[in-house]
């Protein structure tokens, strides 16, 4: 199904403004449209009402997503050291997010499903409004490992998600395409979640999905800046946005199948998603490019204990969580 795209190429301030080349010189203004042929009889007629330029996405308070890192942290700390499927962790994370989303006008649901001889759920939020055939979705994993509480891995992907849905919300944004947002549960015993979330989601309801963004560890203490490569027009998205912002991207290599965009990929769903590495170790000229450590690991604290807030690069937190909130809007307005 191909995405339905915002036409960036007609906006090419915009796609600088995206990338913050021009944000203090532009503010987006109404575009009047081409004015009406004046009627034979000469009687002037209204002026066609302004076609107001697509809005851009607003900065996502860095602060904020952090805030939502440290509730994840405290969670864990007051519920045996972990966030994980089938623990009191994993549930108090979810009735977290979907306190913050209910309060902020969200439509949401919690699904319930059984693995590894436990419950899980996901959580999903619907934004009233827009095109129901067309639908984009942006979601993570809101489990952590057993070993720790999962910070980066993945509070980081649900903190950014959640704090970009609320950022719709604050600014009353109506795009045209429907927004849905989703954390998963049971990503840690085999993308268990999102699988069960598409294999149950009716046919119709699948064919109307314009696509899904996943963000799976986008705050790595030794990052790197890597944007899934399945569908080209969204990977374009991302890639744009990084290339406004000066910073090289490469594409990632690690993760085909192993997040939860791989269900919705295998049902025909434009997938997309950013990523700053895992266990594998920062090479010399990524170092270069990058900044941090050649030699050292992307996440050092990958399913470990030490995966707390301390095991966060704010800047790559920040750019993420940027880069998801403009693919969010331009991907659906
Ligand atoms: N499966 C993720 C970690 C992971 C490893 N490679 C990738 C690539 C893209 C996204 C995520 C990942 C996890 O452990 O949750
Ligand atoms: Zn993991
Ligand atoms: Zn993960």
């Known amino acids: 199904m191909p995405l339905r795209r915002a036409r960036l190429r007609s906006r090419p301030a915009a796609a600088l403004l995206a990338g913050g080349l021009l944000t203090a010189l532009l503010v987006p203004v109404a575009v009047a449209a081409e004015p009406a042929a004046q009627p034979a009889s000469g009687s002037a007629t209204a002026a066609p009402a302004a076609r107001v330029a697509p809005e851009q996405a607003p900065d996502i308070p860095v602060a904020n997503v952090k805030a939502h890192l440290s509730q994840f942290q405290s969670i864990a700390a007051a519920n045996g050291g972990?966030?994980?499927?089938?623990?009191p962790g994993y549930r108090a994370s979810l009735?977290?997010?979907?306190?913050?989303?209910?309060?902020?006008?969200?439509?949401?649901?919690?699904?319930?499903?059984s693995a590894g001889g436990g419950t899980g759920y996901n959580l999903i939020a619907d934004w009233p409004g827009g095109d129901a055939n067309q639908v984009l979705m942006a979601g993570a994993h809101?489990?952590?490992?057993?070993?720790?509480a999962g910070i980066n891995d993945n509070g980081t992907g649900s903190a950014a998600v959640l704090e970009t849905a609320l950022a719709v919300a604050r600014s009353g944004y109506q795009p045209r395409e429907h927004l849905r947002f989703a954390w998963w549960g049971a990503e840690e015993l085999g993308l268990v979640g999102s699988r069960y979330?598409?294999?149950?989601?009716?046919?119709?309801?699948?064919?109307a999905l314009s696509g899904y963004l996943n963000f799976d560890m986008i705050g790595s203490p030794n990052p790197g800046y890597f944007v899934y490569d399945d569908d080209p027009q969204i990977e374009k998205v991302f890639k744009d946005y990084y290339a406004g912002l000066g910073?090289?991207?490469?594409?990632?290599?690690?993760?085909?199948g192993r997040s939860d965009h791989a269900a919705f990929k295998s049902a025909g769903v434009p997938v997309g998603g950013l990523f700053t590495g895992a266990s594998r170790t920062k090479s010399a000229a990524q170092a270069a490019k990058w900044g941090g450590t050649a030699g050292q690991a992307f996440d050092r604290c990958y399913h470990s204990s030490?995966?707390?807030?301390?095991?966060?690069?704010?800047t790559a937190l920040n750019r993420n969580s940027d880069a998801l909130a403009h693919a969010v809007w331009t991907l659906s307005e």
């Open 142 to 148: 809101l489990d952590s490992v057993s070993s720790g």
């Open 247 to 256: 910073v090289p991207t490469e594409i990632e290599t690690e993760g085909d």
């Open 95 to 113: 009735d977290y997010v979907k306190g913050k989303l209910d309060a902020a006008g969200f439509t949401t649901r919690i699904q319930q499903f």
């Open 306 to 314: 030490c995966d707390t807030t301390s095991n966060v690069n704010d």
């Open 197 to 207: 979330y598409v294999s149950n989601l009716p046919a119709a309801d699948r064919a």
């Open 82 to 87: 972990n966030r994980a499927h089938g623990r």
